[in-house]
């Protein structure tokens, strides 16, 4: 069973730093794609960054680009969203969620993680506050 935990949210004033994690169980994590999503207040959700664990390849959406990191530590199944500089828009609930990005039926295909309809795996949210 595919479990996701996601954890390091809270409150921070504009300009701060924070690290979210996301700890994974339950399948092999170097096949899988894990992204980080977020939803505002009155908002669709949307990806963010996301990571192909097998060749850690990675992809920054234009919002978070140049603030917001994604890393993988993969001897201890955990995914880090390390976010910088960060503004009351950022404001959210942010998920981690998994897909199993190499294809079983053929593993020389590995899908890209930033295809965000794939993602059938999710964690629990984790609330950022950016104060102004």
């Known amino acids: 069973e595919v479990q996701l935990q996601a954890s390091g949210g809270g409150l921070v004033q504009t300009g701060g730093s924070l690290r979210l994690s996301c700890a994974a169980s339950?399948?092999?994590?170097?096949?899988?794609?894990i992204g980080w999503f977020r939803q505002a207040p009155g908002k669709e959700r949307e990806g963010v960054l996301c990571?192909?664990?097998?060749?850690?390849?990675?992809y920054t959406a234009d919002s978070v680009r140049g603030r917001f990191t994604i890393s993988s530590d993969n001897a201890e199944n955990t995914v880090y969203l390390q976010m910088n500089s960060l503004k009351p828009e950022d404001t959210a609930v942010y998920y981690c969620?998994?897909?199993?990005?190499?294809?079983?039926?053929?593993?020389?295909?590995?899908?890209?993680?930033?295809?965000?309809?794939?993602?059938?795996?999710w964690g629990q949210g984790t609330l950022v506050t950016v104060s102004s």
């Open positions: 969620a998994a897909f199993r990005a190499r294809d079983p039926a053929n593993w020389r295909v590995v899908y890209y993680c930033n295809d965000w309809t794939r993602y059938n795996d």
């Open positions: 339950g399948f092999t994590f170097d096949d899988y794609a």
């Open positions: 990571i192909s664990i097998k060749d850690s390849s990675v």
